[in-house]
């Protein structure tokens, strides 16, 4: 059955069930790859219909995530061209679905090497609407999945917290005080606020032209597999086993110049994170007296923070501490 007609058919019923999905997979990979269309009218399914068996969202993430994440050159990496329209798609209705659209942002940048910034950020705008358009409050899975976003690792802060994304955090902190919140939300709260004054981030990966720089380069028979095959310096052999470690030795070559500055890369990274990694200077120090302090009250999960600050980070800038006098005490 065509795509279209299987859409038409589930959206007049309202309806996706397990026969549905079955037949939605033998389409949507039939060919492997995930089409633009197919991605839309996937979205269509998902925005029109009220009751979706369990199956529908496994699906819904995996087709989702494939497109996003798998199929573009070089793998890993959503492009800004991307994450702009899934923006822009999810958005188009005003409504947040936790279950497949707010879980595909964060999925996908679980998965990737590399996403831009805009995507991290409107993946916590979600989180945040969800949290106050429903019942005010943050729930245990709300803070799970804000953990998982905001120590993403193609997230902005290589699997630290930006300065940004604490920020959104204060203000989603603010917006819920005096809310029965989930217990998890205190210990995530000054965790995430902590570390984005106290930690160097975390190491990132090639840029996307890089990446594919070293992907031709691979795929070269001029300057690729087959030029490191010729450093080996030796015939090819004749017989099969002989081959086999002929193809090896030629392999490890081909792959040495990349796999050595990928090394040399995380080593310097975490080098330089090591160094970097301090307690708060004042720059820090004065941005979290502003931003603790804003809306001019001081909540229990602001206390902790600035008792988790004083335990991890003793020697400070010596503006900080009027507020761990006051706070900590």
Do not use: H
Not at 107 to 124: H, I, N, Q
Not at 216 to 235: M, N, S, V
């Amino acid at each position: 059955m065509a795509l279209t007609d299987l859409c038409n058919g589930i959206l007049a019923r309202g309806v996706v069930g397990t026969d549905d999905v079955l037949a939605l997979r033998r389409v949507v990979f039939d060919e492997i790859t995930v089409t633009p269309d197919e991605v839309e009218a996937l979205f269509r399914i998902d925005e029109g219909t009220e009751k979706r068996v369990p199956e529908w969202r496994a699906f819904f993430l995996e087709a989702m995530t494939d497109w996003l994440v798998r199929q573009q050159e070089p793998s890993g990496y959503i492009t800004p061209q991307q994450a702009d329209w899934l923006i822009a798609r999810i958005g188009a209705d005003r409504r947040v679905r936790n279950g497949t659209e707010l879980e595909l942002v964060v999925r996908a940048l679980e998965l990737a090497d590399e996403a831009p910034a805009s995507l991290s950020a409107f993946g916590l705008s979600l989180v945040t609407r969800a949290v106050v358009e429903n019942d005010g409050r943050i729930s245990a899975d709300e803070v799970q999945r804000l953990r998982r976003l905001v120590f993403a690792l193609s997230g902005p802060g290589r699997m630290a917290v930006t300065r940004e994304e604490a920020a959104a955090l204060f203000d989603l902190n603010d917006a819920t005080r005096g809310r029965d919140n989930d217990p998890g939300w205190t210990d995530f709260f000054m965790r995430a606020v902590a570390n984005a004054v106290t930690a160097a981030a975390g190491w990132a990966p090639p840029d996307r032209e890089e990446s594919l720089r070293r992907q031709r380069w691979l795929a070269d028979p001029d300057d690729g597999i087959a030029e490191a095959a010729q450093r080996t310096r030796d015939p090819i052999p004749e017989t099969a086993t002989d081959r086999q470690t002929w193809i090896a030795r030629a392999l490890e070559w081909a792959l040495r110049d990349p796999a050595e500055a990928v090394f040399e890369e995380r080593l310097e990274s975490r080098t330089q994170a090591a160094s970097t990694a301090a307690p708060v200077n004042g720059e820090e120090a004065r941005w979290l007296i502003d931003r603790i302090g804003r809306d001019g009250e001081f909540d229990d999960n602001e206390r902790a923070l600035i008792a988790f600050l004083r335990e991890i980070a003793p020697t400070t800038d010596p503006a900080l501490q009027p507020l761990i006098d006051r706070l900590a005490a």
